[in-house]
């Protein structure tokens, strides 16, 4: 399976150079394309730096303002289906994804799964260094969304995820409506309603040491009203 990682970066000086060596370290063969969204403090910069290095296997789409999370991995998932890759993954560029774990979400894919979820709470709860504030939001949050929607995931707000490419030319990208922390959710529902097979893999996320979070309460209010409107929308 030809694989692409897709990495959104804002502000991601501090990591996206280990990111990228890191990515390429790997076994697997995999391409990476950073969408970054007009970072000021230069990440666009490096990541063109680094270009030269890795020919035909380092790419980068630059947009101008912080447009949000899900419209970038959107248009990532359009380069990558315009380019004919058959495995697709997100993950984050601060390390709290484990790269090393990019092996057995492509394992998944390759046996079988429509859609590899790396899961916190598959296994019971898998966080280091969270707030226990954050923490229990995030475990509340996938509970809400799993009572709201009787989607059989437990981590529905999982941002390391894989996707067979089937699974995204199916999906009526144009009518994905949630671009924050809703996005994810609105991702995984559709496939499941899709009747695309969805499987957990159990990962340890550990909250970024460099950088800073890019989460607001905005965004958890766009999830918490977004989900209730999911069950009664058509995707077929």
Not at 2 to 30: C, H, Q, W
Not at 32 to 57: C, F, H, K, Q
Request: overall charge neutral.
């Amino acid at each position: 399976m030809r694989k692409l990682i897709i990495i959104p970066t804002y502000n991601e000086r501090e990591n996206i150079e280990a990111m990228v060596a890191k990515v390429f370290s790997l076994a697997g063969d995999y391409s990476l394309l950073v969408v970054d969204d007009g970072s000021p403090d230069g990440t666009a910069e490096i990541v063109r730096n680094l270009m030269p290095t890795y020919p035909d296997r380092l790419f980068m789409i630059e947009r101008e303002g912080k447009l949000g999370l899900g419209t970038a991995y959107i248009a990532g998932f359009r380069w990558a289906l315009e380019r004919g890759y058959e495995a697709i993954f997100e993950m984050d560029c601060d390390f709290s994804h484990d790269p090393d774990d990019l092996l057995r979400l492509s394992a998944e894919l390759e046996a079988g799964a429509d859609v590899a979820v790396g899961s916190r709470y598959v296994c019971g709860v898998n966080v280091v260094n969270w707030p226990m504030r954050r923490l229990l939001l995030s475990w509340c949050a996938s509970r809400y969304v799993k009572c709201a929607t009787r989607m059989p995931v437990k981590d529905a707000t999982a941002g390391f995820v894989g996707y067979r490419a089937e699974v995204l030319r199916t999906i009526d990208l144009d009518n994905v409506r949630m671009h924050g922390y809703g996005f994810q959710i609105e991702m995984k529902y559709t496939a499941w309603k899709l009747g695309f097979k969805i499987k957990e893999v159990s990962i340890i996320f550990r909250d970024r040491t460099a950088g800073t979070s890019k989460m607001s309460s905005s965004i958890f209010g766009e999830a918490f009203w977004g989900v209730l409107g999911l069950r009664f929308r058509k995707f077929r």
